[in-house]
């Protein structure tokens, strides 16, 4: 799992006892998730067909860096099963956990699904090839 995308947790992302608002949590989850497996697939016709059930385990609060680890779990012929961990930056204590979301590439005309053409060995090799390029020394 890499961790390449962050937040600051702002005041208007806060719920009554003044932590990150499980709603705000979510939309940011669908949101990296979405533009990870749209970096994967290569493609922006996407939707979100599912997303497990999360669990908070700790909260955020105001002032928090949040990061977002990405993975792909499986690829199937029209969707891509990816996971996002939640974490404090700081901490590394986990906030939150979505273990199974769901993407399926559509045409942008009829909203049907339609096959990626991709295979896991294929995401893997990209992935690879893309870390090496931000010179992070995640190869």
């Known amino acids: 799992m890499h961790f390449l995308s962050r937040r600051l947790v702002m005041p208007n992302d806060l ?3 003044n932590a990150l ?6 939309e940011w989850i669908d949101e990296e998730s979405a533009i990870y497996a749209a970096c994967q ?9 599912h997303m497990s059930a999360i669990a908070f385990e ?13 993975t792909t779990k499986t690829v199937g012929r029209t969707s891509i099963t990816v996971s996002c961990l939640v974490r404090n930056k700081a901490t590394k204590t986990t906030i939150c956990l979505a273990d199974d979301i769901v993407f399926v ?3 942008p005309k009829t909203h049907r699904p339609v096959p990626h053409g991709k ?14 390029t931000l010179n992070l020394g995640l190869q």
């Open 58 to 70: 700790s909260p955020a609060l105001q002032g928090d860096v949040v990061e977002f680890g990405l």
């Open 21 to 26: 608002f499980g709603g705000r949590a979510l």
């Open 41 to 49: 697939l290569e493609t922006n016709s996407l939707v979100t067909k």
């Open 119 to 132: 295979t896991m060995d294929m995401l893997v090799e990209q992935t690879r090839k893309e870390l090496s």
């Open 15 to 17: 719920n009554y006892a």
């Open 105 to 107: 590439q559509i045409d």
